[in-house]
């Protein structure tokens, strides 16, 4: 999504946003993300300043945090991005900047870092062989008592690797976790951006 980002040429309009599409994206962000505290959500999007609001072509939406600066003109940083009607996603370095926030997350095994930090989607067996992690499945139940799988279809993910400290790329479930477990091959996340790539190169706009 972000591998030829270019803010030079890609982006067409800037404006900011309004109140109630701001308490809008925190309230999604808060959907994706429902082990962040309450507290934690105000300090990732506090009222003031409004976020910033990008488009970039014509089905991307990038949301910027404004930073002032004493011997310069303020820039925007991109705190988080969507596509389409998809989950709201978080950027790279804004997670980096905040390491103990506790974002929905996978981990792949080591053998799947080169492809990942190449732009490759990652493969259910990514996630499914040691090293690999996602959350439990069955840990919730539907109203009917069903179990609930750990991640759903759709679901946007922070992709961390084995060994590794930081985040490496962010991605949006193709499958269930479950059905990840079952099929344990195809692509399991679609990645859509990670370490490297345009976006993250581009610290402001």
Same mark, same amino acid.
């Given at each position: 999504m972000f591998k030829k980002f270019d803010p030079s040429t890609d982006i067409s309009t800037s404006t900011q946003v309004k109140a109630s599409v701001q308490r809008g994206i925190k309230s999604q962000v808060a959907q994706s993300h429902p082990k962040l505290s309450e507290a934690e959500l105000d300090g990732l999007l506090p009222k003031k300043p409004p976020l910033v609001q990008y488009k970039v072509g014509s089905h991307l939406m990038l949301y910027c945090r404004r930073v *002032? /600066? *004493? &011997?310069?003109?303020?820039s925007d940083e991109p705190v988080f991005y969507q596509h389409r009607d998809g989950p709201i996603l978080p950027t790279l370095r804004?997670? /980096?900047?905040?390491?103990?926030?506790?974002f929905t997350?996978?981990?792949? &095994?080591?053998?799947?870092?080169?492809f990942v930090l190449g732009g490759a989607n990652v493969m259910c067996p990514g996630l499914t062989n040691p090293g690999g992690e996602m959350p439990p499945d069955g840990a919730e139940? &539907? *109203? &009917?008592?069903f179990d609930l799988p750990g991640l759903s279809k759709g679901d946007g993910v922070v992709i961390f690797a084995e060994g590794k400290e930081h985040a490496l790329a962010i991605g949006v479930m193709t499958m269930s976790s479950k059905e990840i477990r079952d099929k344990n091959k195809g692509i399991g996340i679609e990645l859509a951006h990670?370490?490297?790539d345009g976006l993250y190169m581009a610290a402001e706009l």
């Open positions: *002032e /600066h *004493e &011997d310069a003109s303020p804004f997670i /980096h900047k905040y390491p103990t926030v506790n997350s996978v981990t792949v &095994d080591k053998g799947a870092i080169p139940k &539907d *109203e &009917d008592g990670y370490l490297g």
